[in-house]
């Protein structure tokens, strides 16, 4: 049986992935690794986990070496040491899907929006041996023969997953995405603008303009790509997880809500975890809470010439762990829904 191992396994999308693998037929569990929290056992970091080993399986500390013995290696850690573990792991011979930012760009374009220098720019989006951006629907076919996955940030996922199939319809100036997150999207922080007596009652914009994952988006889907910059604003919400985001884009001329319609269907009709909602309907992030779908819907307002799309995720599912697990799958050439037949729970 092919293995999996997982650095980060005590973070909010390590832990969701050890959620998901408890249903997975067939991927063995080689390896779950941590940093502080390494020794301590599983359960203090995933309560929701069942305890295999039945005397209370402990977090490891990171080996590259043992680690390198798994078939495919998740890293669920921050950029910087995403950085430098995933070169350490090619070269030890495994395969990477890296849940941070770390392998998203090229490295002229890391440089500019992160602030610091790409330290393993030949495993850049530029590089000779460069990371394939996974967003699993688009890129199938590179996914299986990749070696590192940059699986996408969460904002990203929802807004390309309504984005590309779109982008021969619209006028590529003037995109305008909001976006809402719930609080796990940061992680398991412990910042005092996180805390319940903040969060609890709250909605404040952040990071804009020049959040991490406009580039992102513009990078990996967006009409016109970085030549026509897109308006991207986050906000935090009170929820635990979810995501809702808003994209406004105008149309071509000509362009009405049959064609929107149809370009939709023919792009996830006969996809697993996507589905576009009928006309008129919006999306909940409540349908999707735990499960490794996307909702999409798309209304055309001939009034002003643009489509709204509206777009929900789970931000540790669809927007991290299910969407790496698939990955994994796609990969390893294994049933790409396995592990990740769950449904979302309502209400
Ligand atoms: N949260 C989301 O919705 C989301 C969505 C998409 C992508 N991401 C990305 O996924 C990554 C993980 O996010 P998260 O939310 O799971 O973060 P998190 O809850 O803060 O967890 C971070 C994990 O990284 C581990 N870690 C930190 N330094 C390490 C080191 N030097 N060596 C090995 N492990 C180390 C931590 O272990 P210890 O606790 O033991 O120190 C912890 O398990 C981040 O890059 C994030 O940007 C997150």
Redesign the pocket.
């Known amino acids: 049986m092919p293995s999996i191992a997982i ?10 992935l050890l959620r998901l693998l408890h249903r997975h037929p067939s991927l063995d569990i080689h390896l779950v ?6 020794g ?1 056992p599983v359960r203090t ?1 995933a309560p929701n986990i069942p305890d295999r080993a039945g005397g209370g399986e402990l ?1 490891d500390t ?1 080996d590259v070496e043992g680690l390198a013995r798994a078939d495919v290696v998740v ?5 910087e ?2 950085l430098e ?1 995933a070169p350490a792991l090619l070269a030890a011979g495994t395969r990477v899907v890296d ?4 392998f998203r760009l090229d490295a002229a374009t890391f440089r500019t929006w992160y602030g610091h220098e790409h330290t393993a720019p030949v495993h850049a989006m530029d590089g000779t041996d460069p990371a394939v951006y996974g967003l699993t629907e688009h890129a199938r076919e590179s996914i299986a023969a990749a070696r590192l996955v940059a ?4 904002y990203p996922t929802a807004t390309l997953l309504g984005l590309i199939p779109l982008r021969e319809l619209l006028e590529p100036a003037g995109i305008v995405v909001n976006a809402m ?1 719930g609080t ?6 412990s910042r005092d603008t996180l805390q319940a007596s903040v969060v609890h009652g709250d909605v404040v914009a952040y990071g804009a303009p020049s959040h991490r994952h406009t580039v992102e988006i513009e990078t990996h889907g967006a009409p016109g790509g970085m030549s026509a910059p897109i308006v991207f604003t986050p906000h935090l919400v009170p929820m635990s ?1 979810g995501i809702l985001a808003t994209i406004s884009a105008a149309l071509r001329p000509g362009v009405g809500q049959a064609d929107v319609d149809a370009t939709l269907a023919d792009a996830y009709g006969s996809e697993a975890f996507v589905h576009v909602l009928p006309v008129g309907e919006f999306p909940r992030t409540k349908s999707v809470h735990g499960a490794n779908s996307c909702l999409l819907s798309a209304i055309v307002d001939e009034r002003t010439g643009r489509v709204l799309v509206t777009s929900v995720i789970d ?2 599912v669809k ?2 762990a299910g969407q790496a697990l698939q990955n994994v799958n796609v990969m390893l050439g294994l049933d790409e829904a396995a592990g990740l037949d769950v449904i979302g729970v309502y209400p």
Not at 7 to 16: H, I, K, L
Request: aromatic fraction near 2%; charge should be neutral; glycine fraction near 22%.
């Open positions: 650095v980060g396994a005590s973070g909010y999308g390590g832990t969701e690794a941590a940093a502080a929290s390494a301590a970091a977090l990171v890293l669920g850690t921050p950029d040491v995403s573990l849940l941070s930012g770390g699986n996408p940030g969460c997150s796990s999207g940061a992680g398991r922080s997880r931000n540790l927007g991290a």
